[in-house]
């Protein structure tokens, strides 16, 4: 790999937080380029992250795809010239720089997508998926902020760290914070939807198809806009939701599309295969 060493990265800015660690913006002085530097506190005490992040790198060393955001070198527990009295080491990922941030970060300034640009995004998903499970690696934690937008406007998928569930934590139309708002109905409860013997691999499509929702709505689809909700409601509305809501303006293929993603019932819901072949993502649609 090109980065070698750590000591070689420049920190210059922090371009998110999430689950037990930090991302930053990085200059690498050799190559006189940018990257992303995820860093995962390893905390002795705390064993939940521990084995997360280490999954992490492994998925990461593993995968190479356009649709998926490049690691470029992983530093596991190896640098300890931190002064912040922590004992735990840590795990490093050296990123591709995404320049456009995250799709949340797109949707909070443009609030909602044009389906023309909904088709693009989609069918890059589906492919980065369709690489993934080809691998057989489940992502489980497809929403908004870890799908990553470059200097191109190609969207790349993101944050292999195995989500960790945050209860009843929402505020606003914030759903996407380390929520199961994207979960499937199979795994939010697995005993009313065959969960046990479930094709994991269609979580990530039921996730990808309320995305693709949100990104045409502006707002997180399943339950009202603007509406708080705690956990019970957002998984009554997964579960048994009966009613989806579907701007006015979208076009059969687009709610067709959705529909397939968002089959409650995961035996029938489309597999990546056949979303691959859906006439929203054709040429003849305006999807090119
Ligand atoms: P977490 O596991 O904490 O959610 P992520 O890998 O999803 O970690 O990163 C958190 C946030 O940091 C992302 O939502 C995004 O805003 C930003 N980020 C992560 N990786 C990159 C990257 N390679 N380029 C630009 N921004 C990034
Ligand atoms: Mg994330």
Partial sequence: GIIK???????????????????????????RSFYALKVLRLNENDLGIRKPATLEAEILKRVDSPYIVRCHAVFENGYSNNNDGDKGGDIRFVMEYMEGGSLHDVLREHH?????????????????????????IVHRDIKPSNLLVNEKGEVKIADFGVSHVVEGRFEGNEYDAGTCAYMSPERIDPERWGGENADEFAGDVWSMGVVMLECLLGYFPLIGAGQRA??????????????????????????????????????????????????????????S
């Fill in 5 to 31: 060493d750590l000591s070689d990265l420049e920190k210059l800015s922090v371009l998110g937080h999430g689950n037990g660690g930090t991302v930053y913006k990085v200059y690498h002085n050799s190559s």
């Fill in 230 to 287: 705690d956990w019970a409601t957002l998984m009554c509305a997964i579960c048994f939701g009966e009613k989806l809501e579907m701007p006015e303006k979208a076009s059969p293929e687009f709610q067709n599309f959705v529909r397939r993603c968002l089959e409650k019932n995961w035996r029938k819901r489309a597999t990546v295969l056949e979303l691959l072949h859906h006439p929203f993502l054709t040429p003849k649609f305006r999807c």
């Fill in 112 to 136: 909602r997508l044009p389906e023309e640009v909904i088709c693009v995004l989609a069918r890059r998903v589906l492919e980065g998926l369709g690489y993934l499970h080809g691998m057989n």
